[in-house]
Protein backbone atom coordinates (compact mmCIF):
# COMPACT_ATOMS: atom_id res chain seq x y z
CA UNK A 1 0.00 0.00 0.00
CA UNK A 2 1.42 3.44 -0.90
CA UNK A 3 2.05 6.07 2.25
CA UNK A 4 -0.30 8.45 0.50
CA UNK A 5 -3.19 5.56 1.27
CA UNK A 6 -2.83 5.13 4.23
CA UNK A 7 -4.56 8.55 5.46
CA UNK A 8 -6.55 9.06 2.14
CA UNK A 9 -8.50 6.12 2.62
CA UNK A 10 -8.29 6.09 6.49
CA UNK A 11 -11.51 8.17 8.47
CA UNK A 12 -10.11 11.14 9.24
CA UNK A 13 -10.49 11.29 13.43
CA UNK A 14 -9.25 13.80 15.85
CA UNK A 15 -7.18 11.66 18.11
CA UNK A 16 -5.99 13.96 20.69
CA UNK A 17 -5.89 11.34 23.44
CA UNK A 18 -2.89 9.20 24.70
CA UNK A 19 -0.46 11.48 22.37
CA UNK A 20 1.64 12.17 25.29
CA UNK A 21 4.07 9.79 26.55
CA UNK A 22 2.84 7.06 29.39
CA UNK A 23 4.61 6.90 32.73
CA UNK A 24 5.28 3.53 32.83
CA UNK A 25 6.20 3.37 28.66
CA UNK A 26 9.78 2.03 28.48
CA UNK A 27 12.16 2.99 25.46
CA UNK A 28 13.09 0.53 22.92
CA UNK A 29 17.21 0.15 22.80
CA UNK A 30 16.92 0.58 19.40
CA UNK A 31 19.18 3.50 18.45
CA UNK A 32 18.86 5.72 15.22
CA UNK A 33 21.19 8.16 14.09
CA UNK A 34 21.09 11.48 13.86
CA UNK A 35 20.15 13.02 10.66
CA UNK A 36 23.61 13.64 8.16
CA UNK A 37 23.91 17.64 8.16
CA UNK A 38 26.86 19.30 5.97
CA UNK A 39 28.83 22.03 8.10
CA UNK A 40 26.99 24.80 8.13
CA UNK A 41 28.33 27.93 8.62
CA UNK A 42 28.22 30.19 11.90
CA UNK A 43 25.91 33.23 12.02
CA UNK A 44 27.51 36.52 11.95
CA UNK A 45 26.14 37.14 15.07
CA UNK A 46 27.34 34.03 16.77
CA UNK A 47 23.67 33.04 17.33
CA UNK A 48 22.84 29.48 16.27
CA UNK A 49 19.44 29.34 16.28
CA UNK A 50 19.65 31.85 13.12
CA UNK A 51 20.75 28.61 11.42
CA UNK A 52 17.86 26.25 10.19
CA UNK A 53 18.75 23.56 7.55
CA UNK A 54 16.28 20.68 5.98
CA UNK A 55 17.81 17.21 6.70
CA UNK A 56 17.90 13.70 4.84
CA UNK A 57 15.34 12.59 6.87
CA UNK A 58 12.35 15.28 6.87
CA UNK A 59 12.46 17.47 9.17
CA UNK A 60 14.18 21.02 9.89
CA UNK A 61 17.31 21.17 12.49
CA UNK A 62 18.11 24.54 13.96
CA UNK A 63 21.55 25.24 15.47
CA UNK A 64 24.68 23.92 14.45
CA UNK A 65 24.85 20.49 12.92
CA UNK A 66 28.15 19.51 14.75
CA UNK A 67 27.42 20.09 17.90
CA UNK A 68 27.77 17.74 20.20
CA UNK A 69 24.32 16.75 21.40
CA UNK A 70 21.87 16.18 18.95
CA UNK A 71 18.34 16.27 19.98
CA UNK A 72 15.57 15.09 17.88
CA UNK A 73 11.66 16.07 18.21
CA UNK A 74 8.57 13.99 16.99
CA UNK A 75 6.08 16.37 17.23
CA UNK A 76 2.26 16.17 16.22
CA UNK A 77 0.36 19.28 15.12
CA UNK A 78 -2.84 17.98 16.51
CA UNK A 79 -0.82 16.44 19.81
CA UNK A 80 -2.21 18.84 22.72
CA UNK A 81 0.89 17.93 24.77
CA UNK A 82 3.10 19.05 21.42
CA UNK A 83 1.73 22.64 21.93
CA UNK A 84 2.11 22.36 25.94
CA UNK A 85 5.73 21.27 25.05
CA UNK A 86 6.02 24.04 22.73
CA UNK A 87 4.75 27.12 25.10
CA UNK A 88 7.02 25.78 28.17
CA UNK A 89 10.20 24.46 26.82
CA UNK A 90 10.68 25.75 23.32
CA UNK A 91 12.30 29.23 24.52
CA UNK A 92 14.54 28.21 27.42
CA UNK A 93 15.89 25.03 25.28
CA UNK A 94 16.97 27.49 22.42
CA UNK A 95 18.10 30.26 25.21
CA UNK A 96 19.97 27.83 27.22
CA UNK A 97 21.40 25.18 24.43
CA UNK A 98 20.85 25.91 21.09
CA UNK A 99 21.64 29.40 20.58
CA UNK A 100 25.55 28.72 22.17
CA UNK A 101 25.64 25.78 19.89
CA UNK A 102 26.15 23.08 22.46
CA UNK A 103 23.24 21.06 21.34
CA UNK A 104 21.41 21.59 17.83
CA UNK A 105 17.21 20.73 17.44
CA UNK A 106 15.43 18.48 15.05
CA UNK A 107 11.78 18.90 14.83
CA UNK A 108 10.40 15.67 12.90
CA UNK A 109 6.59 15.51 12.18
CA UNK A 110 4.83 12.67 13.07
CA UNK A 111 1.64 12.39 11.35
CA UNK A 112 -1.62 10.92 13.42
CA UNK A 113 -4.22 11.58 10.88
CA UNK A 114 -5.17 13.69 7.73
CA UNK A 115 -6.01 16.93 9.99
CA UNK A 116 -2.24 16.82 11.35
CA UNK A 117 -0.93 16.43 7.97
CA UNK A 118 -2.83 19.37 6.68
CA UNK A 119 -1.51 21.58 9.61
CA UNK A 120 2.31 19.90 8.73
CA UNK A 121 1.85 21.05 5.13
CA UNK A 122 0.93 24.27 6.04
CA UNK A 123 3.57 24.77 8.68
CA UNK A 124 6.71 23.48 6.05
CA UNK A 125 5.16 25.35 2.97
CA UNK A 126 7.72 28.09 3.62
CA UNK A 127 10.86 25.56 3.89
CA UNK A 128 13.07 26.33 6.41
CA UNK A 129 13.22 29.89 6.84
CA UNK A 130 9.95 30.11 8.14
CA UNK A 131 9.48 26.69 9.54
CA UNK A 132 9.89 27.23 12.96
CA UNK A 133 7.63 30.32 13.14
CA UNK A 134 4.81 28.32 11.35
CA UNK A 135 5.15 25.68 13.57
CA UNK A 136 5.21 27.82 16.77
CA UNK A 137 2.74 30.02 15.51
CA UNK A 138 0.22 26.91 14.59
CA UNK A 139 0.75 25.29 18.19
CA UNK A 140 -0.02 28.52 19.65
CA UNK A 141 -3.30 28.63 18.02
CA UNK A 142 -4.38 25.10 18.33
CA UNK A 143 -7.11 25.58 20.71
CA UNK A 144 -8.50 27.63 18.04
CA UNK A 145 -8.45 25.62 14.85
CA UNK A 146 -8.47 22.10 17.05
CA UNK A 147 -12.11 23.74 18.00
CA UNK A 148 -13.16 24.33 14.29
CA UNK A 149 -12.45 20.77 13.29
CA UNK A 150 -13.77 18.86 16.12
CA UNK A 151 -17.08 20.37 14.82
CA UNK A 152 -16.48 18.08 11.57
CA UNK A 153 -19.41 15.13 11.43
CA UNK A 154 -18.21 11.86 10.93
CA UNK A 155 -20.28 11.62 7.52
CA UNK A 156 -17.75 14.88 6.58
CA UNK A 157 -15.27 13.32 8.02
CA UNK A 158 -16.02 9.81 6.07
CA UNK A 159 -16.50 12.31 2.74
CA UNK A 160 -12.88 13.93 3.20
CA UNK A 161 -11.07 10.69 3.53
CA UNK A 162 -12.35 9.01 0.36
CA UNK A 163 -10.79 12.46 -1.71
CA UNK A 164 -7.60 11.58 -3.38
CA UNK A 165 -4.66 13.87 -2.35
CA UNK A 166 -5.04 16.65 -4.53
CA UNK A 167 -8.34 17.65 -2.91
CA UNK A 168 -8.44 16.20 0.80
CA UNK A 169 -5.99 18.64 2.26
CA UNK A 170 -7.05 21.85 0.72
CA UNK A 171 -10.57 20.92 2.35
CA UNK A 172 -9.17 19.97 5.59
CA UNK A 173 -6.90 23.38 5.23
CA UNK A 174 -10.94 25.32 4.04
CA UNK A 175 -12.61 23.88 7.43
CA UNK A 176 -9.37 24.87 9.73
CA UNK A 177 -8.78 28.02 8.32
CA UNK A 178 -5.54 27.58 7.61
CA UNK A 179 -4.84 29.15 4.06
CA UNK A 180 -6.27 32.66 5.70
CA UNK A 181 -4.54 31.95 9.08
CA UNK A 182 -1.07 31.25 7.10
CA UNK A 183 -1.95 34.36 4.92
CA UNK A 184 -1.65 36.95 7.47
CA UNK A 185 1.60 35.40 8.07
CA UNK A 186 3.18 35.84 5.43
CA UNK A 187 2.40 32.62 3.42
CA UNK A 188 -0.01 33.72 0.29
CA UNK A 189 -2.88 31.42 -0.04
CA UNK A 190 -1.61 30.32 -4.02
CA UNK A 191 1.29 28.88 -2.64
CA UNK A 192 -0.56 27.15 0.64
CA UNK A 193 -2.60 25.44 -2.18
CA UNK A 194 -0.18 23.95 -3.78
CA UNK A 195 1.73 23.18 -1.21
CA UNK A 196 -1.45 21.39 0.20
CA UNK A 197 -1.42 19.67 -3.00
CA UNK A 198 1.64 18.08 -3.01
CA UNK A 199 1.55 14.52 -3.18
CA UNK A 200 5.39 13.99 -2.70
CA UNK A 201 5.56 15.85 0.57
CA UNK A 202 2.56 14.33 1.54
CA UNK A 203 4.29 10.59 1.23
CA UNK A 204 7.82 12.39 2.32
CA UNK A 205 5.43 13.18 5.77
CA UNK A 206 3.72 9.50 5.67
CA UNK A 207 7.53 8.13 5.66
CA UNK A 208 9.19 10.31 8.33
CA UNK A 209 6.10 8.68 10.50
CA UNK A 210 6.68 5.25 9.00
CA UNK A 211 10.13 5.82 9.95
CA UNK A 212 9.91 6.84 13.23
CA UNK A 213 8.22 3.47 14.43
CA UNK A 214 9.82 1.12 12.44
CA UNK A 215 13.38 2.43 14.15
CA UNK A 216 11.24 2.51 17.67
CA UNK A 217 8.68 -0.21 18.22
CA UNK A 218 7.75 0.76 21.39
CA UNK A 219 7.52 4.75 20.37
CA UNK A 220 5.48 6.21 23.11
CA UNK A 221 3.79 8.94 21.10
CA UNK A 222 3.83 12.52 20.61
CA UNK A 223 6.30 14.51 21.62
CA UNK A 224 9.40 11.93 21.58
CA UNK A 225 12.66 13.18 21.71
CA UNK A 226 15.94 11.13 21.21
CA UNK A 227 19.74 12.29 22.13
CA UNK A 228 22.27 11.18 20.34
CA UNK A 229 20.05 8.97 18.77
CA UNK A 230 18.57 7.28 21.35
CA UNK A 231 14.98 7.23 22.63
CA UNK A 232 14.33 8.51 26.01
CA UNK A 233 12.36 7.82 28.56
CA UNK A 234 9.99 10.16 30.48
CA UNK A 235 11.10 13.52 28.70
CA UNK A 236 8.36 14.51 27.04
CA UNK A 237 7.84 17.26 29.62
CA UNK A 238 10.75 20.69 29.66
CA UNK A 239 11.89 19.89 33.46
CA UNK A 240 12.88 16.35 32.31
CA UNK A 241 13.94 17.18 28.92
CA UNK A 242 16.81 19.38 30.43
CA UNK A 243 18.08 17.44 33.19
CA UNK A 244 18.60 15.08 30.56
CA UNK A 245 20.34 17.46 28.26
CA UNK A 246 22.56 18.88 31.26
CA UNK A 247 23.29 15.45 31.73
CA UNK A 248 24.58 14.82 28.39
CA UNK A 249 26.43 17.69 28.20
CA UNK A 250 28.48 16.58 31.28
CA UNK A 251 27.11 19.48 33.66
Known amino acids: MKPTMFLTCAVAVIAIAGCKPKAGDAATNTTAPTASVGPVARPANGDWSQAVT???????????????????????MTCPHCREFDETGMQPLVDKYVKTGRVSFEFRNYVRDPFDLAGALIARCNGAKGFFPL???????????????????????????????DRQFVEIAKLAGFQQWAAQRGLPSAKSSTCLTNEAEVNRLVQMTSDATEQFPQFPG?????????????????????????????G
Open 135 to 165: TRAMFKDQPKWMAKLQTVAPEQQQALAALGP
Open 222 to 250: TPAFTLNGELLEQAGTWPALDKKLGEALG
Open 54 to 76: PTPAGGFLMGDPKAKVQLIEYGS
